[in-house]
C-alpha cells in the first residue's frame, strides 16, 4: 500500500491562518507557522462513540495502567482479540465521521488510526515481548497475521489520511499522542504539563522512561517547529525578492529565526537524559518496531481481509521521520551520498504525514530554483550564519547517535533500527554528509573571509574536523564489534 503522489501546490495555502478557525475536515498536521509540524490543535483524546470498544480495549492494554496490570502485563492482549466477542470490525464506521462541513472529520480518523496503530502494534510484537520478559534469547517472531478487526479499520484510515497503515512517528506515536494536565503554571504547554495519550509499557506515568521519551520528542517539536516553518518560508521569500542581487541584508533576519529555533529544539533535546534511562529504551521499544527488515517478520505480515491477504512491509516507527531536520535538509541544500543508506533516507519521506511531505517538497524544490545555497554565501554575514546553521543540523545529528548508541547499541546486539535501517551506518551516513559541506562551504570563503569570519567560527569548524575523525573512529569500532 503506498502513499499518493506528492503535490506541492496546495503546501503553502493555510500556512498563515488562525489554526482555530480550520475546520476539522482539514488534515490536522497541515503546516503552519503558529503550530509547525504539530497538530493545528491538541490531538484528540478520546473517539467517537462508534468507537467505545477500541478505546476501551486500548486503555486496557498496557502493561501499566492507572488501574494496575494492563493485559500486556500478562500476555493476554493476544488471547482477548482473539476470542473474537471483544472487538467489532468497525470498518465501516470509518465513513460516518463527518465534520460540520459535511465533508471527513479527519480529526477524529486520525485519533481512530493512532488506536488501531497502538493496537495492531501490541498486538503483532506481544509475542516478543513475552519472550523478552521470559529472559529467552532474541526476539523470535511476532505473529504473523493482523486480524480483520484491527487491520481494516487501520487500512482505511490510513487511506483517507494517505498514510501507511501502521504505527506513525507523527499521526500515532508522538505528536498525536499527547493531552496538556490542568496545570496551575503561567505556561499550561511547558513539558511538565504533557501526558501521554497511550502506551505500551509504564507511559502513562509521567516519571517513567517511556514518558520521557516520547514527551521529550514532543517538546522539542513544540519548541522550535513553528519557527522552522516561518524562518524556511520567509528565507525563501527574501531570497525569491531580489532574484539577481539577493544581498545579505534580507536574509540576515530570517536565517537568525532559524538559528533560535535550533538551538531551543537542541535544549529541549539535550534533556532526553534526564527524561528516559538509556537502560530502560530496548524495553518499550519492543512494539515499536516495524515488518520491513525484522527477523520477526521474514514473510512481512498478512492484513485479513486486505491487499488481497499477500503479506505487506512497514518501517517501524522512528525519529528519522520527524520533519524538523529533514526540512533544513532541504532548505540548506545538503547533498547526501548515493548509497543504499540514503535511499532509506528517503523512503522515510513516505512515512510523514500527507501535509508535511508536501510541504518539505516545496521548500526542496523552491531551494533548488533559487539557489539558497549560493545566495546564503554573498556575504561574509550570511555565510557565516549559513554555516552556524549547519553546524546546528551537525549538532542535532552528533547528540541522535549519541542516543543510538548509549540507548541502542550499548543495549542490545541487534543490529536493525525500529525503522529497518542499519543502527551503526545509517546515521553517520548523514552525519558525514553535512560536516563535509560544512567543509566545503568553509574552504571556498577563501583565507580572507575565514580570517575576518572570527574565533568562533574558526573554533567551530576545527570542532567539525575532530569530530569527522572521532566518528569514523566510533563507526569502525562498532562495525568490527557486530562483525558488519
Not at 535511499?343 to 539558497?372: C, M, N, W
Not at 568562533?456 to 569530530?467: I, L, S, Y
Request: contains cysteine; proline residues 6%.
Amino acid at each position: 500500500m503506498a502513499c499518493t503522489e506528492v503535490h506541492t501546490s496546495n503546501a503553502l495555502k493555510h500556512s498563515r491562518e488562525d489554526p482555530h478557525d480550520l475546520a476539522r475536515s482539514l488534515d490536522p498536521f497541515t503546516v503552519n507557522i503558529h503550530r509547525g509540524f504539530l497538530p493545528l490543535q491538541d490531538p484528540e483524546v478520546g473517539l467517537p462513540q462508534a468507537f467505545t470498544p477500541v478505546q476501551h480495549l486500548v486503555e486496557r492494554m498496557p502493561i501499566s495502567t492507572p488501574s494496575g496490570p494492563g493485559l500486556l502485563a500478562s500476555f493476554q492482549l493476544g488471547p482477548t482479540i482473539d476470542l473474537g466477542n471483544v472487538l467489532p470490525d468497525l470498518t465501516s464506521d470509518v465513513e460516518r465521521l463527518i465534520a460540520s462541513d459535511g465533508k471527513l472529520d479527519l480529526v477524529a480518523v486520525t485519533a481512530v488510526f493512532r488506536d488501531y496503530s497502538f493496537l495492531a502494534s501490541a498486538y503483532l510484537l506481544e509475542p516478543c515481548w513475552e519472550r523478552r520478559c521470559k529472559g529467552e534469547q532474541g526476539l523470535g517472531l511476532g505473529r504473523q497475521t493482523l486480524p480483520r478487526e484491527i487491520a481494516g479499520p487501520l487500512v482505511k484510515t490510513a487511506r483517507l489520511l494517505d498514510i501507511h497503515p501502521f504505527m506513525a512517528y507523527a499521526a500515532a506515536y508522538y505528536l498525536y499522542n499527547y493531552r496538556y494536565e490542568a496545570a496551575t503554571s503561567h505556561d499550561s504547554t511547558t513539558y511538565t504539563n504533557l501526558r501521554l495519550i497511550r502506551a505500551f509499557e509504564h507511559g502513562l506515568d509521567p516519571t517513567s522512561s517511556e514518558h520521557g521519551f516520547i514527551a521529550t520528542h514532543i517538546d522539542m517539536v513544540s519548541a522550535g517547529s513553528p519557527a522552522l516553518v516561518r524562518g524556511s518560508i520567509d528565507l525563501l521569500d527574501a531570497i525569491a525578492s531580489k532574484p539577481t542581487i539577493a544581498t545579505s541584508n534580507a536574509l540576515i533576519e530570517p536565517l537568525h529565526l532559524l538559528l533560535d529555533a535550533m538551538s531551543a529544539i537542541e535544549t529541549s533535546m539535550d534533556k532526553m537524559w534526564s527524561h528516559s534511562k538509556p537502560k530502560d529504551y530496548t524495553s518499550y521499544r519492543t512494539f515499536i518496531f516495524g515488518i520491513t527488515n525484522q527477523s520477526m517478520f521474514p514473510n512481512g505480515v498478512v492484513y485479513e481481509g486486505e491487499n488481497n491477504d499477500e503479506p505487506m512491509f512497514f518501517r517501524g516507527e522512528s525519529g528519522a521521520n520527524d520533519s524538523m531536520i529533514p526540512l533544513l535538509d532541504s532548505l540548506l541544500q545538503i547533498p547526501m551520498p548515493e548509497n543504499p543508506l540514503t535511499a532509506i533516507l528517503r523512503d522515510f519521506r513516505s512515512y510523514r504525514p500527507k501535509p508535511h511531505r508536501e510541504f518539505l517538497a516545496h521548500v526542496r524544490q523552491r531551494a533548488e530554483t533559487l539557489g539558497v545555497r549560493s545566495a546564503c554565501q554573498t556575504s561574509l554575514e550570511s555565510s557565516v550564519l549559513y554555516l552556524r546553521l549547519l553546524d546546528h543540523v551537525r549538532s542535532f545529528r552528533w547528540r541522535h547517535w549519541l542516543f543510538s548508541r548509549e540507548y541502542i547499541l550499548r543495549q542490545t546486539k541487534y543490529a536493525v533500527a525500529t525503522g529497518g535501517s542499519p543502527i551503526v551506518t545509517w546515521l553517520p551516513n548523514q552525519l558525514f554528509a553535512v560536516m563535509d559541506l560544512m567543509n566545503e562551504v568553509w574552504d571556498g570563503m577563501g583565507e580572507a573571509w575565514r580570517e575576518r569570519a572570527g574565533k568562533k567560527a574558526q573554533d567551530m569548524m576545527r570542532n567539525v574536523k575532530e569530530q569527522r575523525a572521532k566518528l569514523e573512529g566510533e563507526v569502525e569500532k562498532w562495525c568490527k564489534d557486530r562483525g558488519l
